[in-house]
């Protein structure tokens, strides 16, 4: 079995070795498509929490809105990455 499956890695390695598994603007829309998720989970939970304090105390609000938007700052730095390649 072992047999059969060297020459099949041999050929895998090298075309492995000869190109990117991934073009760049792919990994850049893939990186900032993947922030953007991460940052749309992130805020389910801030943004429920922020929603019941502030309905606790009012005076909450901004660092509720503070805590809300900072997940953003992910998709941001992300779309830096898609400018740089």
Request: aromatic share 4%; charged share 15%.
């Amino acid at each position: 079995m072992i047999e059969a499956i060297e020459p099949l890695m041999a050929v895998l390695q090298s075309e492995a070795a000869s190109s990117p598994a991934i073009e760049a603007p792919a990994a850049a829309a893939l990186s900032v498509g993947i922030a953007a998720f991460a940052a749309g989970y992130a805020e389910r939970g801030i943004g429920s929490a922020a929603m019941g304090a502030i309905a606790e105390d009012e005076d909450l609000f901004v660092n509720g809105l503070i805590l809300t938007v900072l997940p953003e700052t992910l998709v941001i730095l992300a779309l830096v990455v898609v400018f740089l390649v």
